[in-house]
């Protein structure tokens, strides 16, 4: 398996444009997550999927951002309209439900700059 | 809340130099303790689980160990090639079984 694919790897965008970051999870893993990473915070949870249906979203931080997934091999996380405080490195993880279920396979991160 | 706290958030050391990351935890109820490596410009990457006080996990120079609060990443006679950022995670029991990660322990090895 090609492991958890993310696009694009880098986004320079500017401020107010509408920015979509893609990822391709695992096959067979039927949990998918988005996490945000930065120097103050560390990795944050975005929000979280099980078998393609949204678990909880809590860690979205505004309506700004919106995330799908409409089936078991594709998922996309939208900023609309994107913020300089939207800058940061976005990973989507995956895993699987059952032995050895604990353990998170991160992608390598899309890295969003806004100007 | 689940709180997961990684000291020292950098550290130097000399090829060869042991030294011990530390990660505190408060969790309702522990289900396991991850250690997760990451790279410069790479997602993290998975090293151990740990699931219970007294247990220990060991790959190459690294060895985890836990306890009721924390858990220590022990390495042993680093290389440069240990340069990297470290980061633990706790799982509480029951739920949703999500992690939660602390903010990483920045590690560079000189040669």
């Known amino acids: 398996d090609a492991g958890v694919i993310q696009s694009p790897r880098h986004e320079v965008t500017e401020m107010g444009q509408e920015v979509t970051l893609r990822c391709k999870p695992i096959?067979?893993?039927?949990?998918l997550f988005w996490y945000r990473q930065t120097m103050m915070r560390g990795l944050e949870l975005l929000i979280y999927f099980n078998n393609n249906v949204p678990i909880d979203d809590s860690g979205m931080p505004e309506d700004r951002f919106s995330a799908k997934m409409p089936n078991a091999s594709f998922s996309t996380l939208k900023i609309q309209p994107s913020e300089p405080r939207d800058s940061a490195v976005y990973f989507c993880?995956?895993?699987?439900?059952?032995?050895?279920?604990?353990?998170?396979?991160f992608g390598a991160g899309s890295r969003l700059t806004v100007l | 809340e689940d709180q997961v706290t990684q000291s020292p958030e950098a550290l130097r050391l000399q090829e060869g130099e042991s030294s011990s990351l530390n990660c505190s935890y408060t969790v309702s109820g522990l289900r396991g303790l991850f250690w997760y490596r990451q790279d410069p410009g790479k997602g993290p990457e998975f090293l151990f689980t740990?699931?219970?006080a007294g247990e220990e996990k060991e790959k190459e120079r690294l060895k985890a160990t836990l306890t009721k609060k924390e858990s220590f990443l022990h390495i042993t006679a680093p290389k440069p090639e240990d340069s990297a950022t470290y980061l633990c995670?706790?799982?509480?029991?029951?739920?949703?079984?999500?992690?939660?990660f602390g903010r990483g322990t920045s590690l560079i090895v000189h040669p």
């Open positions: 995670a706790v799982q509480a029991s029951g739920g949703s079984y999500i992690p939660t």
């Open positions: 993880a995956s895993r699987a439900t059952g032995a050895g279920a604990n353990v998170l396979t």
């Open positions: 740990l699931y219970s």
């Open positions: 096959s067979g893993h039927d949990y």
